[in-house]
């Protein structure tokens, strides 16, 4: 999906996780962040600026659906 005008392009790195899920962003400017799981049940809600890390430990292995203004992108937790 392209990036909504007005919402920086946020990088989120590793893809797949495993315990901890970054995302950066060339800009310090505020955007909300909701990360749901495969069922659509919302597991993070939190604003993002710059840099932000995410503890996904204690989340299942799986396919989950990151929400960032009107963009989604796919990401993967594996747990060995």
Same mark, same amino acid.
């Given at each position: 999906?392209?990036?909504?005008?007005?919402?920086?392009?946020?990088?989120?790195?590793?893809?797949?996780?495993?315990?901890?899920?970054? *995302?950066?962003? /060339?800009?310090?400017? &505020?955007?909300?962040?909701? %990360?749901?799981?495969? @069922?659509?049940? *919302?597991?993070? /809600?939190?604003?993002? &600026?710059?840099?932000?890390? %995410?503890?996904?430990? @204690?989340?299942?292995?799986?396919?989950?659906?990151?929400?960032?203004?009107?963009?989604?992108?796919?990401?993967?937790?594996?747990?060995?």
């Amino acid at each position: 999906t392209d990036p909504e005008p007005g919402v920086p392009e946020v990088a989120v790195y590793p893809n797949p996780a495993n315990d901890v899920l970054n *995302l950066q962003s /060339e800009s310090n400017e &505020s955007v909300p962040v909701r %990360i749901f799981d495969g @069922a659509g049940r *919302l597991v993070w /809600e939190g604003m993002h &600026s710059g840099a932000t890390q %995410i503890n996904t430990s @204690a989340w299942p292995s799986g396919r989950f659906v990151l929400r960032c203004g009107n963009t989604n992108r796919t990401l993967f937790i594996h747990h060995p």
